[in-house]
């Protein structure tokens, strides 16, 4: 009989697994802990599956290791089908076995070695969102990161657009960017900028992140708590170097041709 570890979702075994490791999971377990972590029809059956294996010696350190496993060979599994894998973000549901945005935009951070591209029409909380990445780029100093972000003109805001991108900038170093590492390149569309008098303002919409070239997330979610969390968001994981390449290929080119540009930190 399989255990119930081995069924939950990937935000329920994450969030069990940083419960264990931060000492808010521990035995004797607790339902109440455990509702707070689980969806609630699970509830019930993990509470006895870890009473018996604390019975049979298991301990919070063996816990934590087993919940980690559990999700690297999740990981490796989905890596080797090579399909689509549907993420989403929202209310749990009981027994389904979709990819947490959450989790899968830290795991693509985190587990990068080459290059990391992301593209997001809002940006809140960006210090937690970009804990991962910040952390990783600090592990590989040579990691390349592009942010390609969109930066507006308020309604009625008739600042210059050299007084628009310092204002962003230092909320961007300041507030949403992990303190103490280096800033990434960060492009933008110049058309969001301009007055929407002048009806050729545009907004760059596009929301995905592409790892060493490979490892795809398009998704309807933003770079906010609300959209990693809460909000009721779709995207699909895909692992494909050409559509990777693809997708990287055409940014570029609009870098090269002048339709993005790169934020001049200095």
Same mark, same amino acid.
């Given at each position: 009989m399989?255990?119930?570890? $081995?069924q939950?979702? /990937?935000?329920s075994?994450q969030r =069990?697994? +940083?419960?264990?490791?931060?000492g808010r =999971? $521990? ?7 455990l ?8 509830v019930s059956?993990l !509470?006895t599956? *870890? ?8 301990t919070?350190?063996l816990?934590?290791? #087993? ?7 999740r990981?490796? @599994?989905?890596r @080797?089908q ?6 989403m $973000? ?15 935009v830290?795991q *693509?951070f985190?587990?990068a070695a080459?290059s990391? #591209?992301?593209?997001? !029409?809002a940006?809140?909380?960006?210090r937690e969102? !970009?804990q991962a =990445?910040?952390?990783?780029m600090? +592990?590989?100093?040579d990691?390349?990161?592009?942010? !390609?972000l969109n930066? /507006?003109?308020p ?11 310092a204002?962003?900038?230092q ?5 949403? #960017? ?17 007055s929407d008098?002048a009806g050729?303002?545009a907004c *760059?919409?596009?929301k &995905?992140v592409?790892?060493?070239g490979?490892?795809?997330f398009?998704?309807?979610a933003?770079f906010t708590?609300a959209?990693q969390?809460?909000?009721?968001e779709?995207? =699909?994981?895909?692992?494909s ?5 693809e997708?990287?290929?055409? &940014?570029?080119? *609009?870098i /090269? +041709? ?9």
């Amino acid at each position: 009989m399989q255990s119930i570890l $081995t069924q939950l979702n /990937d935000r329920s075994l994450q969030r =069990l697994h +940083e419960a264990v490791v931060t000492g808010r =999971l $521990t035995f004797p377990v607790s339902s109440l802990t455990l509702a707070q972590l689980v969806p609630q029809a699970d509830v019930s059956l993990l !509470f006895t599956e *870890l009473v018996r294996l604390q019975g049979l010696g298991m301990t919070a350190d063996l816990l934590s290791e #087993w919940l980690r496993v559990l999700q690297d060979e999740r990981l490796l @599994a989905r890596r @080797a089908q090579l399909v689509p894998e549907l993420v989403m $973000t929202g209310p749990e549901t009981a027994g389904a076995m979709l990819r947490d945005t959450g989790v899968v935009v830290r795991q *693509l951070f985190a587990n990068a070695a080459e290059s990391v #591209w992301v593209c997001g !029409f809002a940006v809140y909380q960006g210090r937690e969102i !970009f804990q991962a =990445l910040g952390a990783r780029m600090t +592990e590989q100093p040579d990691l390349l990161v592009r942010l !390609f972000l969109n930066i /507006d003109r308020p309604y009625g805001d008739t600042s210059s657009d050299d007084h628009l991108l310092a204002r962003f900038r230092q909320r961007f170093a300041e507030t949403q #960017w992990p303190t103490g590492v280096r800033l990434p390149e960060v492009y933008y569309d110049p058309r969001a900028l301009a007055s929407d008098d002048a009806g050729k303002s545009a907004c *760059l919409h596009a929301k &995905f992140v592409i790892a060493d070239g490979r490892h795809m997330f398009l998704s309807s979610a933003n770079f906010t708590e609300a959209a990693q969390q809460r909000n009721i968001e779709a995207g =699909l994981l895909i692992e494909s170097e050409r559509l990777a390449t693809e997708l990287s290929q055409h &940014f570029q080119s *609009l870098i /090269d +041709e002048g339709h993005l540009r790169i934020v001049k930190w200095y």
